[in-house]
């Protein structure tokens, strides 16, 4: 797995990049209106070999992979450059493939001629209608019934005003010029993959131009006072341009992932251009409309930058037509075959599908792509065989374990652990397996982990006390003494011991700062006195992480000392407390207990810099699997649910959009935790993009259960084990209940946002 694109790919995004800042204004792209053409735009980009990047060397092209050019969509993107490059690039790998009937319409292209668009969308009685880039090409490529044409643009054809100033014009394809390239069941396949193409190049495009959308609002914020202070310190500000970033890092990474399945070749790419083509150009029309927003009356003003962007962003994502009906296309590539559920939902494969045992992430690539290196081709999405290897042997031994029994137990008690799970995880050693050898570990790496926790709730396993238990023994490994190193983190990696989190009071939640357990010293031992609300897993742990207040005269977050407390000793008390979702939680007690001073972790009034150790392991998109399950029963429900209109609800085109919609989110919170692995093992701490990770994740879980269990109306009121339930046996209600405490746990999402906001988007601190 490689994030990262090339030096090579850096350098020609550098060269386009400082090019279009100079040719490419905002002044120029006005000038450029209402047509939106630049010939000298044009002429520079011609004249670094721009259009022809895809064309291999021997047709007198650069050999460009699709990586290579997505880097020229996104600067291009960024700039608005008055030019239809994407439609051009495009057009002239189509053309490429067809070489000897294309004819002087390629020649002509390699040797610097006028552009030549691709229709995105087939020609109707023999006109594709609002080609883009038509109105200034030489020629247009498109599909006229199953033949796949190129017909040279008539002298004369004009554009229509339109929202984005960009040259549109529809194209007689039946005139004479017309040469066919092919026909039949080869053309309509060289067409799709071609529109796939621009799916996923527009995609980058829109990236580009949300990025600097994104930029272009947040230092307007940042600049602009108001009620004596920057409006980027407003909290109602701050948080949407948290959920645009976390949403537009998203985007970006699904954008990429298009881009790489196409140029891999992966047999099941067809669904991520059409993902990432939806979701990019989504994110892009709402963050250039927030930043119209945040400025204002100004914004609407035409001489300022950011309306330019916002008419770009709405025109170029209705150029394949309406959204929704995108949303359809979308579900009847991931489910009108009924072997659709055979996709694998685990790893970076076809997660949106729901969860299935047919493979393994990587392999079908691996098999498709041979003689593909796409080691130095800039951003791979491979995890490799290692990992592969352990998620198959992590997968086996789950199959194994995680009968119906225990995941029916933890339902109905709701706890949600297993002591014989977790026994047998720990002899099997994947309690410690990220961890090295010396601390009995297999020292796996964080992608081979990400799949091990991955595949845990994909099996619906109940693994909350080994999430916890991970958490402190990674931040004791980190903050802790030897002596807890070599005694306590033994007793955790073994399956002897799990922990709970007492962080939050009845006064305490989100401001856990403002903790109150009181800790005082005398000597080497510490007394603690106070109260903590969901202990979670405490009438099951050995120990608890508990934070504690020892100095009062400096700032609260300054006066905080953790400790690692053993739940048995004296005054520790406990009283359950059960929840809407079904879990148990806990009320937990301190009164006067003794505390050696073996058990602080940290410094003396240094709690705060532990417990922000802590965050890091806690804010991770462990909630992907859940969500995955989500969707594996709603499918399940839609595939075997009557239509009242006839057919299975799986045909219902509500529940078809809802459903699609859900698997891009799946998608997309897949692969922020995904990044966020990917860091780790690249030895950087993932503390943004992990907030962003469980932001997201959360949220998406949320929204995604509200939807369902609309999709199933009054049948979404039964509850699981009730003996009339329906397909779904009311697992989607009880997810319905259970996911709204996600956005709480682990950091409320508003905490979440502020993270984002002032930490990597570096608005000022909210007032």
């Not at 989607?732 to 930490?759: D, F, L, M, N, P």
Request: proline fraction near 4%; charge should be negative.
């Amino acid at each position: 797995m490689h994030l990262q694109i090339t030096e090579e790919q850096d350098a020609l995004r550098d060269a386009v990049t400082g090019f279009l800042d100079k040719a490419s204004s905002p002044e120029a792209v006005r000038e450029a209106e209402p047509l939106g053409w630049d010939p000298k735009v044009w002429s520079g980009l011609t004249d670094m070999g721009v259009p022809t990047l895809g064309v291999a060397e021997d047709q007198g092209g650069s050999g460009a992979s699709l990586r290579d050019i997505a880097v020229v969509a996104e600067a291009c993107g960024a700039r608005l450059a008055p030019a239809p490059v994407v439609e051009t690039m495009v057009a002239a790998r189509l053309l490429a493939r067809f070489a000897e009937a294309a004819g002087s319409f390629l020649t002509d292209l390699v040797e610097g001629g006028a552009p030549v668009a691709v229709a995105p969308r087939p020609a109707v009685d023999g006109t594709a209608r609002l080609v883009p880039g038509a109105a200034v090409a030489a020629a247009v490529v498109a599909l006229d019934g199953d033949d796949l044409v190129v017909v040279a643009v008539a002298e004369g054809t004009t554009s229509p005003s339109n929202l984005g100033s960009a040259p549109l014009a529809d194209v007689d394809v039946t005139g004479a010029g017309r040469v066919v390239l092919a026909t039949g069941p080869d053309a309509v396949a060289a067409y799709d993959t071609a529109v796939d193409e621009y799916r996923a190049l527009t995609a980058r495009w829109f990236i580009g131009l949300a990025r600097e959308a994104q930029a272009i609002g947040v230092q307007y914020a940042i600049d602009r006072k108001q009620f004596g202070v920057s409006v980027g310190s407003f909290q109602a500000v701050q948080h949407r341009f948290a959920d645009l970033a976390t949403d537009l890092e998203g985007a970006d990474l699904l954008a990429n992932k298009a881009v790489w399945a196409l140029d891999v070749g992966d047999p099941i790419a067809a669904s991520f251009p059409s993902m990432a083509f939806w979701f990019a150009g989504d994110t892009a029309q709402r963050a250039a409309s927030w930043a119209l927003h945040v400025h204002g009356g100004y914004g609407f003003m035409e001489e300022y930058d950011i309306q330019l962007y916002f008419r770009r962003a709405k025109a170029a994502r209705l150029l394949l037509g309406d959204p929704r009906r995108q949303l359809l296309a979308l579900a009847d590539r991931l489910w009108s075959d009924p072997a659709a559920g055979a996709i694998p939902g685990s790893g970076l494969r076809m997660t949106h599908t729901g969860r299935a045992d047919a493979a393994v992430n990587g392999t079908l690539v691996e098999t498709t792509s041979a003689g593909v290196d796409s080691s130095d081709g800039g951003f791979d999405f491979r995890l490799g065989p290692e990992v592969e290897a352990f998620r198959a042997e992590v997968r086996t031994f789950l199959s194994e374990h995680v009968t119906d029994e225990v995941i029916e137990t933890a339902h109905h008690t709701g706890t949600i652990h297993d002591h014989g799970l977790h026994r047998a995880m720990a002899e099997a050693g994947w309690i410690s397996a990220g961890w090295p050898s010396e601390f009995g570990g297999q020292g796996r790496s964080p992608l081979e982990m990400n799949s091990l926790t991955e595949e845990m709730y994909f099996s619906g396993a109940p693994v909350d006390g080994i999430g916890v238990a991970s958490l402190v023994a990674h931040t004791l490994l980190i903050d802790g003494t030897e002596w807890q190193k070599t005694t306590i983190i033994p007793e955790i990696l073994s399956g002897q011991a799990l922990c709970s989190l007492g962080y939050s009071e009845p006064d305490a939640g989100s401001d856990v700062a403002a903790t109150t357990t009181k800790a005082v010293r005398d000597g080497d031992e510490w007394t603690i006195n106070g109260q903590k609300m969901f202990t979670t897993m405490a009438h099951e742990a050995q120990y608890v992480f508990l934070l504690t207040r020892t100095n009062t005269e400096v700032a609260k977050h300054k006066g905080l000392t953790m400790f690692v407390v053993p739940f048995d000793t004296p005054g520790i008390s406990i009283t359950p407390v059960h929840t809407m979702g079904g879990e148990r939680t806990n009320i937990t007690y301190y009164d006067d207990v003794k505390v050696d001073d073996k058990y602080r972790v940290g410094q003396v009034d240094g709690g705060w810099a532990v417990m922000m150790t802590a965050l890091v392991f806690e804010r991770n998109s462990s909630w992907y699997g859940e969500i995955v399950r989500l969707l594996d029963h709603g499918l399940g429900w839609a595939r075997l649910t009557p239509s009242p209109d006839g057919g299975q609800m799986i045909d219902d085109p509500l529940v078809r959009e809802r459903l699609a919609r859900i698997a891009i989110g799946n998608e997309i919170s897949n692969l922020l935790g995904w990044r966020a692995a990917w860091m780790a093992a690249e030895g950087t701490l993932p503390g943004v993009e992990g907030t962003m990770a469980k932001l997201f994740t959360t949220e998406h879980y949320q929204w995604a259960g509200n939807e369902l269990i609309d999709a199933l109306g009054a049948e979404g009121l039964r509850r699981h084990g009730d003996a009339t339930t329906g397909p779904d046996d009311g697992w989607i209600e009880a997810i319905y209940r259970h996911c709204q405490v996600t956005t709480i746990y682990g950091g409320t999402s508003e905490v979440c946002r502020g993270i984002i906001a002032e930490r990597g988007l570096k608005l000022p601190r909210n007032r």
